[in-house]
């Protein structure tokens, strides 16, 4: 999860600019190293659309750059999980819609086979999974940026949630990678 150094995971009207302001190759690679960890994409249906229209395009793109070629094809080959309401069907590759029943669906693909789970973006469902104790790793790219307003990483919790420091991974940009085992405080 992108954020600023004061929480926010995008502007008020989900303005992302900050976030591209600071984005390096070297930032690229390692996000690269985690999704090659997963195998399972984990999305709201706003992100998903977005994501949707993006990443097969980018695999037809003949100029794409070549250091982005396994990145694109990890988006595209792995399988995407979808948490919605309302949509009804998914167009990109190795998409299912679920919608009802999060935290048993996400229990039940918590005990399958094979490798990680990842979240991209998709703060409503980040905020769900947060409010029900589901969130066993945050990764948070945080960027040095401060933007006053937007809509934040943790709103309010119903209950307190204690995070263990497990590395820290600094970019050449100022952004500091926190990775943090998370236990939920009842």
């Not at 008020?12 to 390692?30: G, R």
């Not at 299912?96 to 469902?125: D, F, R």
């Not at 040095?144 to 497990?166: A, D, N, S, W």
């Amino acid at each position: 999860m992108n954020v600023t150094l004061d929480g926010f995971m995008s502007g008020p009207n989900c303005e992302l600019d900050w976030h591209f302001k600071s984005w390096t190759a070297e930032m690229a690679e390692s996000l690269g190293e985690q999704l090659e960890k997963a195998d399972t994409i984990l999305l709201g249906r706003v992100t998903y659309l977005a994501m949707a229209k993006y990443w097969p395009a980018k695999a037809s793109n003949l100029s794409a750059a070549r250091e982005d070629l396994a990145f694109i094809d990890m988006m595209n080959r792995y399988n995407k999980v979808v948490f919605s309401k309302t949509l009804t069907r998914t167009e990109w590759n190795n998409s299912t819609v679920i919608k009802k029943n999060l935290a048993n669906e996400i229990s039940k693909l918590k005990q399958q086979s094979g490798k990680n789970l990842i979240i991209y973006g998709s703060g409503k469902l980040v905020s769900a999974l947060i409010n029900l104790g589901l969130i066993d790793e945050y990764q948070l790219w945080v960027h040095p940026i401060v933007i006053g307003k937007g809509k934040p990483l943790f709103k309010t919790l119903p209950h307190r949630q204690h995070l263990e420091l497990l590395k820290t991974k600094t970019f050449c940009s100022g952004v500091v990678l926190l990775f943090y085992k998370a236990e939920m405080i009842v």
